[in-house]
T-cell receptor
């Protein structure tokens, strides 16, 4: 049973526009959330994270928003660039420092030049 | 500095055969992890290690064994491969804590097919 869900398998966005990737979770014990980016034939790369004590975290063009009441988080990329084309995974942890992450199935983002 | 490397990149096995996947990291990291990724599913943790000589079970450990005899290496073994173990396997490491406290670095993956 998927505890972390990414319901959009793919997303296409024009270069320069905003990309919004969504993630939902079911386990109310999750308290730390991460986004990873994956290019073909490479392993995932950590992108940005957020603790449940915050509702927003920003790093350059990337911002993650957390809505605990809705059990929903989103990743915003502004402006989108062709190099952002990749698969994006969200992941969640039930305890700070825990070793088990629960991953979503991924969303493939294509940024059209 | 190669980061996290995995050997082999691809492998085809017959049901019942055994093999070992090797993960190596040159970052002097304490923690190492093995994940599998199946189509339509997220990555799932198989086993992990918090230091040389230690191993622990993750979410989906059945059918796998691991060893961490040297700090830089983490081996994943399949004693008797089954078609259900067809997957892409990723190794990862962190400096000294779980992925919610330390950046997790992944290898490029091993694509395993069991016929």
């Amino acid at each position: 049973d998927q505890q972390v869900k990414q319901n959009s398998p793919s997303l296409s966005v024009q270069e320069g526009r905003i990309s919004i990737l969504n993630c939902d979770y079911t386990n109310s014990m999750f308290d730390y959330f991460l986004w990873y980016k994956k290019y073909p034939a490479e392993g995932p790369t950590f992108l940005i994270s957020i603790s449940s004590i915050k509702d927003k975290n920003e790093d350059g063009r990337f911002t993650v928003f957390l809505n605990k009441s809705a059990k929903h988080l989103s990743l915003h990329i502004v402006p989108s660039q062709p190099g952002d084309s990749a698969v994006y995974f969200c992941a969640a942890s039930a305890q700070t420092g825990a070793n088990n992450l629960f991953f979503g199935t991924g969303t493939r983002l294509t940024v059209i030049p | 500095n190669a980061g996290v490397t995995q050997t082999p990149k691809f492998r085809v096995l017959k049901t019942g055969q055994s093999m070992t996947l090797l993960c190596a990291q040159d970052m002097n990291h304490e923690y190492m992890y093995w994940y599998r990724q199946d189509p339509g599913m997220g990555l799932r943790l198989i086993h992990y290690s918090v230091g040389e000589g230690t191993t622990a079970k993750g979410e989906v450990p059945d059918g796998y064994n691991v060893s961490r005899l040297k700090k830089q290496n983490f081996l994943l073994g399949l004693e008797s491969a089954a078609p259900s173990q067809t997957s892409v396997y990723f190794c990862a490491s962190t400096r000294g804590g779980g992925p919610s406290t330390d950046t997790q670095y992944f290898g490029p993956g091993t694509r395993l097919t069991v016929l």
